[in-house]
């Protein structure tokens, strides 16, 4: 992982799979390319092969489980996924929440196979607890926030600013703010706030301009880390 950090999530939209999916995430490597920023995308398990052979930016699962190899039909685990083709993954999104004991299984798997993981929290208190797991990042969103449109840069700055406090705790993880995160300008906040980068999702799924949108978050995000 590389500051800033600019991760996005494809979730599950009609742009998430298929060409649409493989031509969105060639947009985004070329703006990453350009701009010698890192972009994670997180995409759906059943593209991770087929987007993360088309291009060089790291690629993420959306999710794993922390289930060991065997019968356990329909588990996603880190062995999955690292032989698809993923980087690493997300884990315990408030879309996709999993026990503390399946998380640090997972976790402790993901290590052994070199992949990264980001695990997603919602509230400041819990970054210290799930920091001391050693993810390579913690990801605070608001759970109210997600797809709201309504950043938590401008809607709960306090949120970014005790999760930054609580990070400088744990050693060697980054923090990454999301939720409701739409503008450049929401970008440039979380970042000057002191976080390590952002978490999207609708704001370039659903943009009619991915690109554009992409692009504004990476110049604002340069922004705001060359201000600090």
Do not use: W
Not at 11 to 34: C, F, H, N, P
Not at 79 to 97: F, M, Q, T
Not at 182 to 194: N, S
């Amino acid at each position: 992982m590389r500051v800033p950090i600019i991760l996005i999530n494809f979730k599950a939209y009609e742009t998430s799979y298929g060409r649409k999916a493989v031509q969105l995430a060639k947009m985004i490597e070329k703006v990453s390319i350009d701009t010698s920023t890192e972009i994670i995308i997180a995409v759906p398990s059943t593209m991770i092969t087929r987007i993360s052979e088309q291009v060089s930016i790291p690629v993420y699962a959306q999710h794993v489980d922390g289930l060991p190899e065997g019968p356990h039909t329909g588990a996603i685990t880190p062995e999955l996924i690292k032989d698809a083709g993923a980087r690493g993954s997300l884990l315990n999104h408030s879309e996709r929440r999993v026990r503390l004991d399946e998380m640090d299984d997972a976790l402790r798997r993901m290590k052994k196979l070199g992949l990264e993981s980001v695990i997603c929290v919602d509230r400041y208190e819990l970054v210290v607890p799930i920091g001391m797991l050693k993810p390579t990042a913690v990801l605070i969103e608001p759970p109210e926030l997600i797809g709201s449109g309504v950043s938590v840069s401008k809607a709960r700055p306090e949120v970014i600013t005790n999760a930054v406090q609580e990070i400088r705790k744990v050693d060697n993880v980054y923090l990454i703010a999301g939720a409701g995160i739409t503008l450049g300008e929401d970008v440039y906040v979380a970042i000057k706030l002191g976080s390590d980068g952002v978490g999207v999702a609708s704001a370039v799924m659903k943009a009619k301009d991915p690109q554009k949108v992409v692009e504004d978050f990476v110049r604002n995000a340069q922004r705001a880390l060359d201000e600090r």
